[in-house]
């Protein structure tokens, strides 16, 4: 069989974590196969990488370009498509990101590669491969078999899989040439757009008030307000509530906001998707309040009152005063 | 302008109490309330922003069973002039779907295309991208922001931390768009009873000339419940215990 692709992600002058993440499944999964794997690394001037990548991977293909300098789905998919070509792999994996999700699905109807997406685990049997994914907001788990195919693309949760460190290894780094010819009018990167600097640091709270959709609506803020001041912490909240204007995108928590880890994290409403999720679970001490027993918050929590927010917050705000 | 937007009926399961099928393939959904996906929601907004500033029309299009058409009189109501549904049961296959769209978009003129980022039920976020490399046009996928000006356009897209890129996109192309790129608006009964009048096209497999290729891309083995792994400890008794012993801890713990 032939090897496993990791497309290795990288943001200005970075590699991200879920490259290191994607390389411990990968091993494990060529192991189980018999096969090798291999980082490749599209950019320009990414020779740097190339060293620390090698100490990770049995081998490192690199394909320096400027054109390559940043992510542009255009130009990595015809430069991907064709090292598939050349080196035929198995199986390319990619982070469940937003550079995976720009990318895999238009790359699998190129190649017809049957695509599986937001996987939390991965095997192959008999051959063909098999997923684990995580539906229906968290609550249930599905197994996916795909089809029969020469090669496969999936995409990998950033959080689940533990990272790999550098190891013993000193893979092989091979340059390859780069098949493009100039960039593309269709799509261009002008620049990237840092979040704006304003107001409160929710990243330096020792105590988050964390309110979800599950508040229902805007005319409870004052009140978790309140609690916040009375405990000394800071009101933070996920995405629904910032797409709804019930407060600041500065005080998101998730994947696309901010990563948080106070001493302690008080979910409210909040159901647990791992675009929030992997953003406070470094929190000392997690406590989650939600009317649902099977949320999947509550198994990234320590401590849960499973009751409607409304029985619980009004007598802990009144206790908490007492506290002071 | 000529907008196309594709939708999608979901069943809202985060607040409801979940039960699978006896064959082990999915959940009963028949004590579910079912909606139109968020995501979706807000490029049928968009979609009617952009027909306000450009003119043209606003075509929705969903690929699902009979009930779907709830989720596009919604989608009337919103703004949108008419809508399509093609029939299937079980849209479970995201290359499927993707084909299916394709091949109704193909017969018509558009300039643009939206969809979700992903659908609230099983997340797949495969289908707009997907569409666009069927159709030969580029995409750019977690739209927060489009600016259109003389057969471009300008977006953001959302990376991770807060950080988006700007980009230039050919026209047409497909965009799958964030939530929050836009304010929803409140959609009155009036609306609704209005949008009830307005064109809605039904179609099968067939009749568009598509026969699914054999086997499916994927398909669903099993659904079962997440392991239980480490779980909170739930704190139990009447709402003033609970909060006692909730205060006990949050004492403990800022001290710590
Ligand atoms: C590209 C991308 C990026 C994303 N980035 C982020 C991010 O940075 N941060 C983020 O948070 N999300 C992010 N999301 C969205 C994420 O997938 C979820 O949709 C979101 O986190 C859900 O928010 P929620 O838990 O508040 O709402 P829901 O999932 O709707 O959960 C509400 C919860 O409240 C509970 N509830 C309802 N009523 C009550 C009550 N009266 N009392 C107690 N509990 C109640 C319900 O049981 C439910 O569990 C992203 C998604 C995508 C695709």
Not at chain 1, 201 to 210: F, G, H, N, Y
Not at chain 2, 50 to 66: A, M, N, Q, R, S
Not at chain 2, 218 to 246: H, M, N, Y
Request: aromatic share 6%.
């Amino acid at each position: 069989m032939s090897d496993i692709f990791i497309l290795v992600e990288h943001r200005q002058g970075k590699i991200r974590d879920i490259t290191y993440e994607i390389f411990g499944l990968a091993e494990s999964l060529a192991n189980q196969q018999g096969t090798s794997f291999t980082a490749v690394l599209l950019g320009h001037d990414v020779k740097s990488f190339a060293d620390d990548l090698s100490r990770r991977a049995p081998k490192v293909l690199v394909i320096e370009d400027e054109n390559l300098e940043h992510f542009n789905s255009v130009l990595y998919q015809k430069t991907l498509s064709s090292l598939i070509s050349k080196y035929q792999p198995s199986l390319l994996l990619m982070g469940h990101s937003a550079f995976g999700m720009d990318l895999a699905p238009s790359l699998s109807v190129e190649k017809d590669f049957p695509l599986v997406t937001d996987c939390i685990g991965l095997t192959f049997e008999e051959g063909k491969l098999k997923a684990t994914r995580s539906i229906y907001g968290g609550k249930v788990n599905a197994s996916v078999s795909l089809r029969e195919s020469k090669g496969y693309i999936a995409t990998l949760r950033p959080g689940i899989f533990p990272p790999k460190m550098h190891g013993e290894i000193k893979g092989r780094i091979v340059m390859e040439a780069s098949p493009l010819e100039g960039g593309v009018d269709v799509k261009k990167f002008i620049e990237y757009i840092e979040a704006p600097i304003t107001g409160e640091d929710i990243t330096q709270a020792e105590i988050l008030v964390s309110i979800g959709q599950g508040i229902g609506g805007p005319e409870h803020i004052p009140m978790f307000e309140e609690l916040a001041i009375r405990l000394g912490g800071t009101i933070s909240c996920s995405r629904p509530v910032v797409d709804r204007n019930w407060l600041p995108k500065e005080r998101q928590v998730g994947i696309s906001g901010k990563t948080v880890k106070p001493k302690i994290y008080l979910a409210i409403g909040i159901s647990g998707a791992f675009q929030h999720v992997t953003a406070m679970q470094g929190s000392d001490t997690i406590i989650a309040i939600n009317k649902d027993p099977r949320a999947p918050i509550f198994s990234v929590a320590d401590y849960g009152i499973v009751d409607d927010f409304q029985n619980v917050i009004p007598i802990l705000k009144e206790k908490i005063s007492d506290m002071k | 302008m000529n907008i196309i937007v594709c939708v999608k009926r979901i069943p809202k399961t985060a607040e409801a109490d979940i039960f699978i099928e006896k064959d082990n393939k999915d959940i009963k959904k028949d004590n579910l309330v079912f909606a139109l996906n968020d995501w979706d929601g807000y490029a049928v907004r968009e979609a009617v922003l952009l027909k306000e500033k450009f003119e043209g029309e606003v075509i929705v299009l969903t690929v699902g069973p009979d009930e779907s058409k709830e989720v596009l009189t919604r989608c009337l109501a919103m703004g949108a002039d008419r809508a399509i549904r093609i029939e299937e049961p079980i849209p479970n296959d995201g290359r499927l779907i993707a084909e299916t769209l394709a091949k109704v978009i193909q017969t018509g003129p558009f300039d643009l295309i939206l969809t979700g980022v992903q659908a609230e039920d099983d997340g797949w976020g495969q289908v707009g991208v997907a569409l666009a490399q069927i159709l030969g046009i580029p995409h750019a996928s977690i739209v927060t922001h489009i600016h259109i000006e003389g057969g471009k356009a300008k977006v953001r897209r959302e990376l991770e931390g807060g950080l988006e890129e700007l980009l230039e996109i050919k026209l047409p192309a497909v965009l799958t768009i964030q939530t929050g790129i836009n304010e929803p608006k409140y959609v009155s009964l009036a609306a609704i009873l209005e949008a009830e009048d307005k064109e809605t096209k039904e179609m099968t497999l067939e009749e568009i000339g598509f026969s699914p290729r054999e086997p499916l891309d994927a398909t669903i083995d099993q659904v079962s419940f997440p392991p239980t792994g480490k779980r909170a400890e739930i704190l139990k008794g009447t709402p003033d215990e609970v909060v006692g012993q909730l205060t006990e801890i949050i004492k403990r713990k800022k001290g710590s």
